[in-house]
């Protein structure tokens, strides 16, 4: 029997953890932000070559991600949750009448969808 791979963004976490204990940690939230915007530059720069530059690159952004999460006390898979199913309710309203939008391929698509999102968006935002 074979152990299960840990859930990377929880293991992230524990890494985290583990070095911050150790005293090797970020002193100030500024800090971390800026982090975060390198670590966005960084992949859009990786994003025109190798696939593996790529995954590298948006690791990195992920793990800073989590790290950010930390210091803001939210857990990152809750967070990361939270927004898959806020996704999956906006999409539902995107999809509610699909023959109402224009057909795939044609370039209103995205258009008339957007428009859908951000009505499904300000329909939430609404007491």
């Not at 524990?14 to 800090?31: I, M, S, V, Y």
């Not at 593996?52 to 857990?75: P, S």
């Not at 990152?76 to 795939?104: G, I």
């Amino acid at each position: 029997m074979t152990a299960e791979a840990p859930d990377p963004l929880a293991e992230a976490l524990r890494l985290q953890f583990e070095a911050a204990a150790l005293g090797f940690d970020w002193r100030h939230l500024d800090e971390l932000w800026d982090k975060l915007a390198e670590e966005t530059q960084e992949l859009r720069e990786a994003a025109g070559g190798s696939r593996d530059a790529a995954e590298e690159e948006l690791g990195d952004l992920l793990f800073m991600a989590v790290n950010l999460a930390r210091h803001l006390h939210v857990d990152p898979s809750a967070a990361l949750a939270r927004t898959n199913a806020k996704f999956v309710r906006r999409f539902a309203h995107v999809m509610a009448s699909p023959d109402e939008l224009p057909p795939p391929g044609d370039p209103r698509r995205l258009d008339a969808m957007e428009a859908r999102w951000q009505a499904a968006k300000r329909h939430e935002k609404t007491p």
